[in-house]
């Protein structure tokens, strides 16, 4: 039967999307592919195909999910498939060196950025940033991994050569300016259909200030998913955001087909925007959403029904609101 299917390899970032799915009265099939197969001499079933494939998906012991994935895509995508965030997404998802050079390529600002294979060449490459403060990160990251502020060549040193050292899942490490923002917050914008949905507010105080040591561990805190009890919400959506950047965000979405991604954002002291990753896997904050009377799984279930009766208008037999 022609249907949504949803590309995936974690059940928690799935299920919002199929309760909205249900609520629509859309029909779809969830494929998790922690493992799977595909006939190359076959063709694909008829339907929309929505790839949430994750950076982080080797933190779920699912190291070689992406790789099948974007052999699945380029099946899917050779075939004529409708797919949303297919191969190109993809590409981007799991490399910001990628999500760094397609930025630039259209005219945003991105941090200054080495990217660098083996522990020498990256002390070797932080010579170059220090007395500054930097920061390293992952190439292949999502959940903040690998992100760490070092405020001195030696501490580095004892990191990459200590028992601590966790090393990339691609082996590629960015060595990275840290960007010091005024007030400890980064903007993230979420697009669905490759149109501006929303921004929101992330508090990133917790992140710098319970560092305890030179290197400071950031981990799953960025992570949207999470909740957080404390006073001021770390995640609050914004009335309005600045329509200049906004209009860059969509533009870059559309030369590198992506429809459904969350891009973050810093503003240093001098005012000047830096944007430094680019999630084509986004989840949103119920929290935040619930304040505002926002949806984001609901605006994505809505832009996939849209597709799916645009491409198959017998398959819907629900009719969709309009917003
Ligand atoms: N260059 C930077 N300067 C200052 N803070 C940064 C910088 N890069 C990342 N961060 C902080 O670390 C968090 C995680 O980094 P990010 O590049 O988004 O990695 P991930 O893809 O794992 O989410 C960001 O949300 C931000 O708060
Ligand atoms: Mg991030």
Known sequence: MTRIYVLHENDEWTVRLTQELEALELPYEVWHLAAGSMSLDAN????????????????????????????????????????????????????????????????????????????DALLAAAASFAPAPFITKHNRAGKGLGVQLFHSLDALREYLYGPLYDPPADGIWLLQEYIRAPEPYIIRCEFVGGRFLYAVRVDTSQGFELCPADACQIGDMFCPVGEDARVRPKFEILDSFDPDVIRSYERFL?????????????VDERGVRYTYDINTNTNYNSQAEQVAGKNGMRAVALYLGGLLARAYPDAVTSALPTA
């Not at 429809?259 to 954002?265: H, N, P, T």
């Open 44 to 119: 694909p079933p008829e339907g929309v195909f929505f790839s949430r494939m994750s950076a982080s998906a080797h933190t779920r012991g699912h190291r070689y999910s992406p790789e099948f994935t974007m052999g699945l895509l380029s099946w899917l995508e050779a075939h004529g498939r409708v797919v949303v965030n297919g191969t190109r997404a993809l590409q981007l998802e799991i490399s910001k060196v990628q999500q760094y050079l397609a930025l630039q390529r259209a005219g945003i600002r991105t941090p200054r950025t080495v990217a660098v294979l083996g522990r």
């Open 254 to 266: 559309e030369a590198n087909g992506v429809r459904v991604a969350g891009i973050e954002s810093i």
